[in-house]
């Protein structure tokens, strides 16, 4: 099976590295650009707790000090090796989505001795900080990085798509499905997807996509990559 994921490389290594063991061939093309925000050294000694949802605020973050003390809780696998690849120790890890990630934080901190620091991009799936704050929790959110469209196209991965080569296509945010989107529609190969399966991280995300011809249409929690392709 010919798998194309469409996120940033360093976010899905370990999954293609997983896959491509299983005999299948993976390409990843980055449909969007990842470019970091420049922000103050954080204190981490002003908190207990910090929070990824994504592998890129790790990997973007700067002079990483004084977290030796902080439990850090990850939302999957990428995302708690990046963690401890720069040094945090005490890591949490969800099962890969959401939905896992906040309730394992919510079953395990006391909101009235923890101190949490949320680090993300600038365009979120999920209000995390809005379910935290809802609940009592003393939170507080950095964007250390933001998402661009990717206008260097990789013509090999048009010509596959046009010939009908690439069989599952996985879109994690509504801004990448927007530009896969112009993509297809730039290229004219609205017609060429038949053969091709869509797997989309929401409704929200399939949406902006469904009314292109696809095999068929399936929706995803981000850790469960494997099971959506049976």
């Not at 000694?45 to 902080?70: C, E, G, R």
């Not at 993300?120 to 009592?136: A, P, T, V, Y």
């Not at 996985?170 to 290229?187: E, G, T």
């Amino acid at each position: 099976m010919h798998i194309l994921f469409t996120k940033s490389q360093n976010s899905s290594e370990i999954l293609i590295k997983k896959l491509a063991d299983q005999g299948h061939r993976v390409t990843n093309f980055s449909i969007l650009n990842i470019k970091p925000i420049i922000i103050p050294d954080i204190n981490f000694k002003d908190f207990t707790i910090v929070i990824f949802t994504s592998s890129n605020a790790v990997q973007n973050l700067k002079n990483i000090k004084n977290v030796s003390h902080l439990k850090c809780f990850c939302v999957g696998e990428e995302t708690a090796a990046a963690a401890k690849k720069i040094g945090f120790l005490n890591i949490q890890v969800a099962g890969g989505n959401y939905i896992e990630l906040r309730d394992l934080i919510f079953k395990n901190c006391d909101k009235a001795k923890e101190n949490f620091i949320y680090v993300r991009g600038e365009f979120i799936s999920n209000d995390l900080e809005g379910d935290f704050k809802k609940q009592g929790y003393n939170l507080k959110s950095i964007i250390n990085y933001t998402a661009e469209p990717n206008l260097n196209i990789d013509h090999q991965l048009i010509e596959d798509l046009k010939n009908k080569l690439i069989d599952v296509i996985f879109v994690y945010s509504k801004r990448a499905a927007d530009q896969l989107l112009k993509i297809i529609l730039n290229h004219k190969i609205m017609d060429d997807l038949d053969n091709c399966s869509l797997n989309c991280i929401s409704i929200n995300v399939a949406n902006t996509l469904k009314r292109l011809k696809w095999k068929r249409i399936k929706i995803f929690s981000p850790g469960e990559e494997e099971l959506s392709l049976l």
